[in-house]
């Protein structure tokens, strides 16, 4: 276990917010940035982004699998961000923990195939689950990599970096200057603890922000924002209501409903932000 501060603001200071899995979860009483104190260390948080088993008082396992309604709510988010940017020959994305490809297919269909997309996993039934599918998929240490790309994308990793300042800051040079920086995370941090959304899957996520907190470090690490758009955390199509509604029947499953009951107090939980490199 490793004793952190804030990655953001650097403060030692800190206010118990929620424990599970034998985690804490912080508030840090200068920014408000929520964070995982101690964590495991950076060894053991490698291994189980590989293998996508997280230990604690219970280990679980967050593989999961393909889903086609994320490839779809992807399509039409591209679609409202990008237009017909995605259309020009020759231009590259790379889709940094890319998962079993639902961004990558979704853009091979917004950019005509004209798009060269390539996904880094390091979750090996992940890589697996996407190559299956024709994708250009694999793992590899992105410190050791010099390609440059004009699109970067992270969906749903930023919780999961141990800090993600210095993130940041190494995968700038993978992005050509003008480059797009696509993030996908939650703005959640300024939820208070009953509200927020359970369960908070500790270890695994390491720790959650804020909108500021998120633009506070894109510009630091030399982004400029060019757009932010936030969306309902759940879909509430009839697919997601009724795979919901089953789970309060399904032994060891834990039911979403009650955030879909409550949509206009999580309607823009889901906060995706396009930056672009200076």
Not at 173 to 197: C, M, Q, S, V
Request: hydrophobic letters at 35%; a positive charge.
């Amino acid at each position: 276990m490793k004793i952190v501060a804030c990655y953001n603001c650097k403060s030692d200071k800190s206010t118990f917010f929620a424990s599970e899995n034998g985690y804490t979860l912080v508030k840090c009483n200068t920014c408000g940035l929520l964070y995982v104190n101690p964590r495991p260390n950076d060894e053991e948080i490698k291994q189980a982004h590989k293998t996508g088993r997280h230990r604690g008082e219970t280990t679980f396992k967050v593989t999961g699998h393909y889903s086609p309604q994320r490839a779809s709510k992807l399509l039409k988010i591209l679609t409202q961000f990008f237009e017909k940017e995605l259309q020009a020959d020759y231009q590259s994305w790379l889709d940094i923990g890319c998962g079993h490809g639902e961004l990558l297919f979704a853009l091979s269909k917004v950019s005509n195939g004209k798009l060269i997309v390539k996904g880094l996993e390091p979750n090996i039934d992940k890589q697996k689950s996407a190559r299956q599918k024709g994708l250009d998929v694999s793992d590899f240490d992105l410190n050791q990599h010099v390609d440059e790309y004009d699109f970067i994308s992270l969906l749903n990793v930023y919780s999961h970096l141990p800090d993600p300042v210095e993130f940041f800051e190494s995968i700038k040079k993978n992005l050509k200057t003008g480059g797009k920086l696509f993030i996908e995370t939650g703005d959640t941090a300024n939820f208070a603890p009953g509200i927020h959304f359970r369960p908070l899957y500790l270890p695994d996520h390491l720790s959650f922000g804020t909108e500021k907190i998120v633009v506070d470090i894109l510009k630091r690490s030399g982004f400029e924002i060019v757009e932010i758009r936030k969306y309902p955390m759940l879909s509430s199509d009839l697919y997601t209501i009724a795979k919901e509604i089953i789970k309060l029947f399904w032994p060891h499953k834990r039911s979403s409903i009650r955030y879909l009951l409550n949509q206009q107090l999580y309607a823009e939980a889901d906060m995706f932000i396009l930056a672009q490199r200076l």
